[in-house]
């Protein structure tokens, strides 16, 4: 168990290398969650259907359809299930605990044949190596049941500041989700004009996956258990426009990688400033605008006021 890098205040503190055993877990756990959605629910642009997303009590796929009825999957972080249910009504479920990605996946799939949910996946990893099947996957086996409470409350209060950048842009942009073939929570927005076709490179995931997800220009920012002592949040543009590197950002913390080719901001950084929720808003801001100002993109059509009805409802 993790000796609680933690606090009690609503920005946690989990430092990566206290739980990495578990995190490597459940990414493997998700990825076979997130195959289940993708099996079943139809194409949306930039894979838009397969993400998952943060909930009162962990992960969800929200609703997927199969035949006349849908079902969800949640990832019951505070209490530690995985649940699946129905619209008729039936569900199964079993406890969050230590154990290999194999029992998981077997256990996952079981329970859909219980529920008549026919199900194939692709049984691989993506964007890992090595990429181990599923089933046969017995060196990831961790799970600190505190150290992924924790994990959920990071998520909660970077998906709770993300949806309020979000309200900013009257373009189109993507829900805030939970990709988990990265790993990482998620929000982009577009310009509306098509991007150079993306020369992938990701391990174990076609090139035609990166061409579908990059086909128009973007501007992307998100948070990520890695890349520094407690995570990191990011953000980066595709194409990246000259200029974006060195474009000033906020807050003094954050600072432009050339290894990952985006913006970082350690987590702790926001946590322990006086004002989070100010803080990852500026970063959110400044790297929206190192992408839109050296884009260009025409802002003026692009962004709103969310409180233009405030007067009046």
């Not at 181990?132 to 961790?142: G, K, L, N, Q």
């Given at each position: 168990m ?12 989990l ?13 493997m ?11 079943h ?49 039936a ?11 194999a ?22 990893p ?15 086996a961790s ?6 409470n ?31 073939g ?16 993306h020369?992938g ?41 000259e ?64 409180r ?5 409802r």
């Amino acid at each position: 168990m993790t000796n609680a890098s933690a606090d009690s205040g609503a920005w946690p503190a989990l430092r990566v290398a206290d739980w990495e055993p578990t995190r490597d877990t459940l990414h493997m756990w998700t990825q076979i969650v997130g195959k289940v959605r993708l099996a079943h629910a139809p194409l949306v642009n930039h894979w838009w259907q397969v993400p998952l997303y943060v909930s009162a009590r962990g992960l969800t796929t929200s609703a997927i359809p199969y035949d006349t009825r849908v079902f969800d999957i949640e990832f019951d972080l505070s209490g530690h299930q995985l649940t699946i249910h129905d619209s008729n009504g039936a569900h199964r479920e079993f406890p969050l605990e230590p154990m290999p990605v194999a029992d998981f996946y077997h256990r996952v799939m079981q329970a859909l044949r219980e529920l008549g949910i026919d199900t194939r996946i692709q049984s691989t990893p993506n964007e890992v190596d090595p990429a181990i099947p599923f089933a046969e996957d017995t060196v990831h086996a961790s799970y600190d049941l505190a150290a992924a409470n924790l994990f959920w409350k990071q998520l909660i209060q970077a998906d709770r500041v993300m949806h309020e950048f979000r309200s900013n842009f009257v373009g189109k942009v993507s829900p805030v989700h939970f990709f988990w073939g990265s790993f990482d929570l998620a929000c982009t927005r577009f310009t509306g004009q098509p991007a150079p076709q993306h020369p992938g490179g990701a391990p174990n995931v076609g090139n035609w996956v990166m061409v579908e997800g990059y086909s128009h220009e973007l501007s992307s920012c998100g948070f990520w258990p890695g890349g520094g002592e407690e995570g990191a949040f990011y953000a980066y543009a595709y194409p990246e426009p000259e200029g974006f590197a060195d474009h000033p950002v906020l807050p003094e913390q954050a600072f432009y990688s050339a290894d990952f080719g985006q913006f970082l901001l350690p987590y702790e950084a926001v946590r322990t400033a006086s004002d989070p929720d100010a803080t990852l808003q500026k970063f959110l801001q400044t790297t929206y605008e190192a992408a839109a100002d050296n884009g260009p993109w025409d802002r003026a059509a692009l962004e709103c006021d969310p409180r233009r009805w405030d007067s009046v409802r």
